[in-house]
């Protein structure tokens, strides 16, 4: 599955096979493909998924920033996962960390823990990659071996 990147990147004028970077990607255009791509496999929180108002009117993501997200009970109610942006602010000269999107779901038990765990480690992947081994890379003489950590639902 293809990486969500927050650059964008066009064709060169000078050399169309080449791509140029175009600058960064409004947070809310990343937000919605991320939520696509959950909701298309049946990743969504079942009751909010939202983007932090940080974002809205069209604020780009910052360049070199990072994901990575939390997942925690509830102060009131339900389990709720937070997704941050990490980057290197050079105006300030320090870290900046600001929260993307906010999801949750109603249920309080260990098993609605582990479903939204489950939606955190798919955002993570959207963004990071499943680090996975590809046919197309394959090593001679197999797969590796899988050291478990199989989630069943």
Known sequence: MN???FERW???ADDPRKLEYAGQRPAAEV????KYRL???GYLPDEYFLLDSFW????EIPKDAGIFCTTDYGGS???????????FDKGQEKHATQKLLTGKTLGENGNDLDRMFLISSAITKAFHGDNATHARYMKI???????GGSVVH
């Open 77 to 87: 109610e339900g389990v709720y996962l937070d997704a941050y942006l990490k980057w």
């Open 39 to 41: 909701e298309s496999q």
């Open 3 to 5: 990486v969500i990147e």
């Open 31 to 34: 937000f919605e493909e991320l």
């Open 10 to 12: 066009e064709p060169s």
């Open 141 to 147: 003489g197999g797969v590796e071996e899988d050291t």
């Open 56 to 59: 809205e009117n069209g604020k």
